[in-house]
């Protein structure tokens, strides 16, 4: 379930370094598109839950992958405005 994530740790560890980069923006997209997929797989395994406890859980995972994401697409969109306004 959590798969995609593997690719992304070393970007998401030194997120200050991935933001500086070069390559910044195409790391940050897939850094979102990972938890985007991260969310969407949790949101089909808390389809088939075995019961509510469970089933809450996975929806608090679900929305924390999401808020990550958010996070990770702000932070960006931060770095880009202060970049412009140098």
């Known amino acids: 379930m959590y798969d995609a994530l ?5 970007d998401l560890n030194a997120f200050d ?14 850094i979102a598109a990972a938890f985007d997929e991260t969310a969407r797989r ?3 395994a808390t ?4 019961d509510d406890q469970e089933r809450l ?3 608090k995972l679900y929305r924390g992958m999401i808020a990550a994401q958010r ?3 702000t932070l960006h969109e931060r770095h880009v405005d202060r970049a412009a306004s140098r």
Do not use: C, F, Y
């Open 6 to 10: 593997l690719p992304i740790t070393q």
């Open 17 to 30: 370094v991935t933001l500086n980069a070069p390559d910044g923006l195409q790391r940050v997209t897939r």
């Open 42 to 44: 949790i949101s089909t």
């Open 47 to 50: 389809q088939t839950a075995k």
């Open 57 to 59: 859980e996975l929806q």
């Open 71 to 73: 996070i990770v697409l």
